[in-house]
């Protein structure tokens, strides 16, 4: 060693690094995640103290979910001891109406309950994290844990309850916001896929998959965290009123913010944003 070159300390228990695990099958319908997890000394997961779980749904319109899309906000999450699964569901453009959307991510929850110990997973500590279509998604995911409603065989003896929820310029009351985009390009076929081929029983699917109205007086329900820009235009932030005050009547937890001006993503995802949401995730799962 040449003495005049210095030295910096290393990681033994590998601080601050994360790896991106891809195309996990979840389900034997064949969904899969990504799971983001802090690294392991020597690949020896048991050996680790298990970490909290963020589960994330992208927005996607109830499509296919991109789960590489929000992965380098996530990835701080890892880096910080955190795990964060990224779900895909099933698509309602491919012949998957609701709730095939709702009843995949309950099943996410209960494989990563089951293998927990396979990925060092503290699964009584979920956050659940969603943004448009996904903030539907979580919303209903903490309104409806281990409801058998939407419960398959698979897993079944894990819950599917998550602990809070963090949601996004969210659709949560369905029937006012497809009166409100009532001129939106081929609406019928797009409700069709959605709520099935029957117009009549539209209305009645709107309102079952509204987060609005599956909050019930005096329910034990987790912590809300509701967050909306003004200037949506797409789903506008009189969705995310009409879900706080309902669970602010019903005597939930719920916070609220909303982010002046900004449209539906793209200029939503300000640094305040990000350090809201990092501060609701700490105080969830530490």
């Not at 048991?46 to 963020?54: D, E, M, R, Y």
């Not at 279509?133 to 844990?145: D, I, Q």
């Not at 029983?201 to 909050?215: A, L, N, T």
């Amino acid at each position: 060693m040449i003495q005049h070159i210095p030295q910096l300390p290393m990681n033994p228990t590998l601080e601050g690094q994360a790896e991106l695990i891809e195309h996990i099958v979840y389900s034997e319908n064949g969904q899969d995640l990504s799971l983001l997890l802090p690294w392991a000394p020597h690949d020896d997961r048991s050996a680790q103290t298990p970490h909290p779980l963020i589960l994330f749904v992208q927005g996607s319109a109830w499509t296919t979910p991109n789960l590489g899309y929000e992965i380098p906000m996530l990835s701080r999450y890892a880096e910080e001891g955190y795990a964060v699964a990224t779900i895909r569901h099933r698509s309602a453009r491919d012949g998957y109406p609701f709730p095939a959307f709702l009843i995949d991510a309950k099943c996410a929850i209960r494989f990563l309950r089951a293998n927990a110990a396979r990925y060092a997973l503290d699964t009584e500590k979920i956050v659940a994290f969603g943004t448009s279509s996904g903030g539907n998604t979580v919303c209903l995911l903490g309104l409806t844990g281990d409801d058998p409603e939407f419960r398959t065989p698979e897993y079944d003896a894990f819950s599917d309850a998550v602990q809070s929820v963090i949601s996004c310029f969210a659709p949560t009351d369905l029937p006012a916001l497809f009166d409100y985009l009532r001129d939106m390009p081929e609406r019928n076929a797009v409700l069709s896929g959605y709520f099935g081929p029957d117009p009549a029983r539209w209305q009645e699917q709107m309102i079952r998959y509204s987060p609005v109205y599956r909050v019930e007086n005096g329910k034990p329900v987790p912590p809300f965290l509701l967050l909306h820009g003004t200037g949506d235009t797409l789903v506008p932030c009189t969705q995310l009123d009409r879900l706080y005050e309902r669970l602010r009547e019903a005597g939930a937890e719920v916070n609220a913010c909303y982010v002046a001006g900004a449209e539906h993503e793209g200029n939503f995802w300000t640094p305040e944003v990000r350090a809201l949401i990092h501060k609701e995730i700490v105080a969830r799962l530490r």
